[in-house]
């Protein structure tokens, strides 16, 4: 059983920057897919930034330049470096681990709020 722990959201100002982290326990032999979602109050889930098995990323359009994703294998954890960060990315960030071609797993979630 695979259980992912989120931690790193806050409080900042517009124009900020927050790391959040994501970090796997249990028995993990090949991840597909790690992914960060947020979902906004009143607004469904978004995908923001995805890391894939060869590595590659891929960004939404609304933080393409400002967020990074990227991951440590040796800690089983998957990282979300927030830049210049603005009142619209206020939402519930999630981490989402795709392993072994099948099994979907999802952290607790954990709050950013940007604001002055």
């Known amino acids: 059983h695979v259980q992912l722990v989120e931690s790193g959201g806050g409080l900042v100002q517009p124009g900020g920057s927050l790391r959040l982290s994501c970090t796997a326990s249990?028995?993990?032999?090949?991840?597909?897919?790690l992914v960060w979602y947020r979902q906004a109050p009143g607004k469904e889930r978004e995908s923001v930034a995805v890391?894939?098995?060869?590595?590659?990323?891929h960004y939404a359009d609304s933080v393409k330049g400002r967020f990074t994703i990227s991951r440590d294998s040796a800690r089983n954890t998957v990282y979300l470096q927030m830049n210049s960060l603005k009142p619209e990315d206020t939402a519930v960030y999630y981490c989402?681990?795709?392993?072994?071609?099948?099994?979907?797993?999802w952290g607790q979630g954990t709050q950013v709020t940007v604001s002055s």
């Open positions: 890391i894939i098995s060869d590595s590659s990323t």
């Open positions: 989402n681990w795709v392993v072994h071609g099948v099994y979907e797993y």
């Open positions: 249990g028995s993990i032999f090949f991840v597909n897919a």
